[in-house]
């Protein structure tokens, strides 16, 4: 029986070399050299092609290279009864830590300021951004996150949709808590999962509950954001700066609007990335898991969509 990866974009020595290590006598292939389709136990992907996952009439279960499985489960042809699990990795937890707090950190300091003056030569302290960051998605990440930012005197708060009991973060939930939550958040970081409910969700209401001059740091999905409606805020003066590390089309088309934006910051979708040697293991757990009955380490629940 076999282990398919369907990593279309990217290399995959080093997925193969990490899954060989850590599950030895399964036999991994790289799509599309899968051999033949009825050997195929688990397919491991990213962004598969809509219908390639069906192909494979035996499957006992779909990993994600990634922490989101909006990827999987917006193909309508992936056989509804197949448990899904997410990635778990605490190399992409760390990575977004560092990418949120670096984030966080040069907001409140001033730092985009600080090098303008060098650029015109000028001695001019900037002043203290706000330190009230307010984290949207409590999960894996954002919860680490949270706890990160607390570390270095930032107020952190988080919404979920379940109750969350996180020492240093003060927890909202649910819609009820929202507006709440928002007029309190100087600094609002998207660690949400792509859901139907949360398409568009940061949207001109969005923004104008934050306080006015808030920054958005965004590492969620694209589809999360309305760009007309960030570009807008940010002629408004609603928002101060975005970091934006997703887009509805990557890579980002040339002459789109946010390349020209000095109060955008774009990265290229690297806030965080699935490490090989260390997802491996998550992965090796989850063929043994799923070879016993056993639920999986980051199942989703598809009927809630993450
Ligand atoms: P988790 O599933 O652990 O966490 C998701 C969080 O979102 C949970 O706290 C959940 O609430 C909350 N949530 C979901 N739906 C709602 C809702 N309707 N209202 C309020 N809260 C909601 O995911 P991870 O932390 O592992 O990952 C989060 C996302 O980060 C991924 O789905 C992906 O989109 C993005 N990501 C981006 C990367 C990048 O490089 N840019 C890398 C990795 C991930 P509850 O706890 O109550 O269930």
């Known amino acids: 029986m076999s282990l398919v990866l369907i990593r279309k974009t990217a290399p995959t020595e080093a997925w193969l070399a990490a899954l ?9 292939r790289v799509w599309p050299d899968t051999g033949p389709v009825e050997d195929v136990e688990f397919v491991l992907t990213w962004a598969a092609d809509p ?12 990993f994600s290279l990634g922490a989101g499985v909006d990827h999987i489960l917006k193909d309508s042809t992936v056989p509804a009864a ?14 977004m830590v560092q990418y949120v707090t670096m984030a966080a950190l040069q907001y409140r300091r001033g730092w985009e300021a600080m090098r303008a003056s060098q ?15 307010g984290i949207l998605g409590l999960g894996e990440l954002g ?48 660690l ?21 001059g808030a920054y958005l740091v965004h590492a969620g999905r694209g589809e999360h954001l309305v760009e007309a409606d960030l570009l807008d805020a940010l002629d ?9 590390d997703v887009f509805r089309h990557e890579p980002l088309p040339g002459g789109h609007p946010f390349w020209a934006r000095e109060d955008i910051i774009i990265t290229p979708h690297n806030a965080s990335q699935t490490h090989p040697a260390t997802a491996a293991a998550h992965v090796a757990a989850n063929v043994a898991r799923a070879r016993a009955g056993q639920a999986l380490i980051g199942q989703v629940d598809r009927a809630q969509g993450y």
């Open 119 to 133: 650029r015109e030569g000028q001695w001019r302290r900037p002043e203290l951004g706000g330190a009230r960051v």
């Open 51 to 62: 219908g390639v996952i069906a192909g494979f009439p035996n499957l006992r279960a779909i």
């Open 236 to 244: 408004r003066g609603q928002l101060s700066g975005a970091v934006l």
């Open 143 to 190: 919860g680490a996150c949270g706890k990160a930012l607390a570390a270095l005197g930032f107020e952190v708060a988080g919404w979920s949709r379940s109750a969350k009991d996180i020492a240093g973060i003060r927890a909202y939930t649910g819609q009820d808590q929202l507006a709440g939550f928002l007029a309190r958040s100087d600094v609002l970081v998207c």
């Open 192 to 212: 949400l999962p792509l859901t139907a409910e949360l398409e568009n969700f940061l949207n001109r209401a969005t923004f104008d509950q934050l306080p006015r």
């Open 20 to 28: 060989r290590d850590a599950c030895p006598g399964l036999d991994v």
């Open 82 to 95: 197949l448990p899904v699990a997410r990635m778990v990795d605490s190399s992409l937890t760390m990575g």
